[in-house]
């Protein structure tokens, strides 16, 4: 039996784009309709096939849908609530895919009042965007965050929940408030670090003549990869989990300062101790960990 006949996905980059093709793949008899705001990727998704239909405006694509998927960057899904709210059918279940919760939930309480709201978050991803980086496998024994209000539809709730699941991914409910404090800690804050550390090498290019490029080490490299993740997605992230990540900064500058103190001192115990301990995180993540649909990740030094 399955969750949605009729399901709807509002922006069609890395994760929309995903979505479709998994929901192709594993509901081939779900009715599926599509809408991007630009052109070019409307022409695209269209070639790709991605969709029963690719519609011109967003209200085309939700007149008949029973669950509408918003998978446009933070920062734009009020815009994107605001262009479906007069073609919403009365029952539907309107989701979004946010990096952060707590500000989309606030702005679709407000855009969409009393229709029924259940945001999700699929912690899989790629630094990649647009409709050709996706693919099906993407949410593959990934976690899907589901962060309900405390007075949504318990039915709604496990409709989301089976969709997820039918499409590989294993559920968790949280509290909005809790997810943005643990996804600034495990993937805001480390993307900014990345962002911050190439942009310093890349400063001192200029001093360097290119041996930042020319020697980078492994470590290096893995930052620019998540460092060239897309800007207008990033942005939006940081502006809009504000609080979390601020507080999760002053946490890792007292570390870092601690770091500094330790190797300005020549306290090799306490690097060490850390060092230890750091490895035995990454061990557990290995050990204990999903499964990565990037072919090589997580897998290459145990
Ligand atoms: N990229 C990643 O690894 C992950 C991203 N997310 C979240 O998923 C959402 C989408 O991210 P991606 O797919 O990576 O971005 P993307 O940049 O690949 O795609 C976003 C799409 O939304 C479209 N769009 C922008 N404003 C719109 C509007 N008002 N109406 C309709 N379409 C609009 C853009 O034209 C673009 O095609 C973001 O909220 C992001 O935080 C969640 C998990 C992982
Ligand atoms: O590419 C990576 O390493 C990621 O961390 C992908 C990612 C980006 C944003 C999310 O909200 C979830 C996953």
């Known amino acids: 039996m399955l969750p949605f006949a009729r399901v709807s996905i509002v922006g069609l980059g890395l994760i929309g784009s995903s979505i ?3 929901v192709r793949h594993h509901m081939p008899t779900v009715r599926l309709t599509a809408h991007d705001a630009d052109p070019a990727v409307r022409a695209r998704a269209r070639a790709l096939d991605l969709a029963d239909d690719v519609t011109d405006t967003a209200g085309a694509a939700v007149m008949d849908a ?11 899904m009020r815009a994107a609530a605001e ?3 007069a073609d919403l059918p009365a029952d539907v279940i309107v989701s979004d895919v946010g990096s952060c919760k707590q500000s989309i939930a606030a702005a679709l309480a407000e855009v969409l009042p009393g229709v029924s709201v259940v945001p999700a978050h699929p912690v899989a991803g790629t630094e990649h965007s647009g409709p050709d980086a996706g693919f099906a496998t993407l949410f593959h024994k990934r976690w899907c965050i589901l962060t309900p209000a405390g007075d949504a539809d318990p039915a709604a709730v496990m409709r989301v929940s089976s969709f997820w699941e039918k499409i590989g991914a294993d559920v968790e409910i949280m509290d909005a408030r809790h997810h943005d404090l643990v996804l600034a800690v495990t993937s805001h804050v480390p993307h900014l670090i990345a962002y911050s550390i190439v942009g310093t090498a890349s400063d001192l290019e200029e001093v360097t003549n290119s041996e930042v490029i020319k020697f980078s080490a492994g470590g290096f490299r893995d930052f620019t990869r998540i460092a060239s993740s897309d800007p207008t997605m990033w942005r939006d992230v940081f502006l809009n989990n504000r609080e979390a990540v ?3 900064l002053q946490r890792l500058t007292e570390d870092v300062t601690m770091l500094q103190r330790a190797i300005r001192w020549g ?18 993540i ?3 960990g999903q499964d990565d649909p990037r072919p090589d990740f997580g897998r290459e030094h145990i």
């Not at 029973?66 to 734009?76: Q, T, Y």
Request: aromatic letters at 4%.
């Open 66 to 76: 029973d669950l509408v998927i918003l998978c446009v960057p933070v920062g734009a």
């Open 83 to 85: 262009a479906i709210a």
């Open 267 to 284: 306290d090799g115990d306490t690097l060490f101790d850390l060092f230890t301990r750091t490895r035995a995180v990454r061990r557990s």
């Open 286 to 288: 290995i050990e204990h």
């Open 20 to 22: 479709a093709r998994a």
């Open 246 to 248: 601020l507080e999760m």
